[in-house]
């Protein structure tokens, strides 16, 4: 709370300007960039071996599977990428080095809603990152309501299911109960690495992921954990009020 007053005494505002400006360099850490290619050449063979999780293949980088490490820095790559890591198809986190929004050529599932988009919540098994970071956007900086973005508890008053953790198999059944209590139009927005590719995790036993091999995913978050204003972007992403959607 402390720093929340000192922000607002220094610049005068309390709650972040996003999405109207761009994200500041106090508002997101390094590694809630994506990692792109530095300055020329990269030894691409050194970055693909420093890899934990083959994120980084010949000349690209699969931002899905990318979990922050910062392990391949030293061979080239900076986190100097978008903020907004987000795709609407799979593919659109493989992107090599470019920011990674793209459109899935279609609408998106909730852009015929006026202002409001209700969120519900389900952690399928995660290590609580990215749990923190939703949570965040309840607080005074972030102010998702602001947006029109409210959390509820029920799936049968959600619009929207927000999935955090790698899929495991004690959770695949309360999942699709969950998402199967949300009233159509429904779109679906996995947050973080787990989801998206199974992350640290991927191939590790008791595991049913990655999240699109159980539910229609419409929005893809890449990050470990993402930041905050990226989870505010998908989630609006997925209702056509995207930064990319509005030019903003």
């Not at 198809?89 to 080095?97: N, T, Y």
């Not at 695949?172 to 973080?192: C, F, H, N, Q, T």
Request: hydrophobic residues 40%; neutral net charge; contains cysteine.
């Amino acid at each position: 709370m402390a720093s929340w007053i000192e922000q607002a005494i220094a610049r005068g505002i309390l709650t972040t300007r996003y999405p109207r400006a761009d994200p500041t360099e106090a508002e997101v850490p390094l590694t809630g960039r994506a990692p792109v290619p530095g300055v020329p050449p990269v030894p691409w063979a050194a970055a693909v071996d420093s890899c934990p999780v083959g994120a980084i293949a010949e000349t690209s980088v699969d931002q899905g599977k990318c979990i922050r490490c910062a392990r391949c820095l030293p061979y080239g790559l900076a986190f100097a990428g978008s903020v907004e890591s987000v795709g609407r198809s799979r593919v659109a986190l493989r992107a090599g080095g470019s920011d990674a929004t793209r459109s899935a050529g279609s609408d998106p599932p909730l852009s015929g809603f006026a202002r409001s988009v209700h969120v519900f919540l389900v952690d399928v098994g995660s290590c609580n990152a990215c749990n923190l970071e939703v949570l965040a956007l309840a607080n005074p900086f972030y102010d998702s309501q602001r947006l029109g973005i409210f959390f509820t508890n029920s799936p049968r008053h959600a619009d929207l299911l927000l999935v955090v953790g790698v899929p495991t198999l004690e959770m695949r059944d309360p999942l699709r109960r969950a998402y199967e209590a949300i009233p159509s139009p429904k779109a679906v927005v996995a947050v973080g690495a787990c989801p998206v590719s199974g992350g640290a995790f991927a191939g590790s036993p008791g595991l049913v992921g990655p999240l699109d091999e159980l539910l229609p995913v419409d929005v893809y978050l890449a990050g470990c954990p993402p930041s905050p204003l990226g989870i505010l972007n998908a989630i609006r992403t997925a209702a056509g009020r995207g930064r990319s959607a509005e030019g903003e």
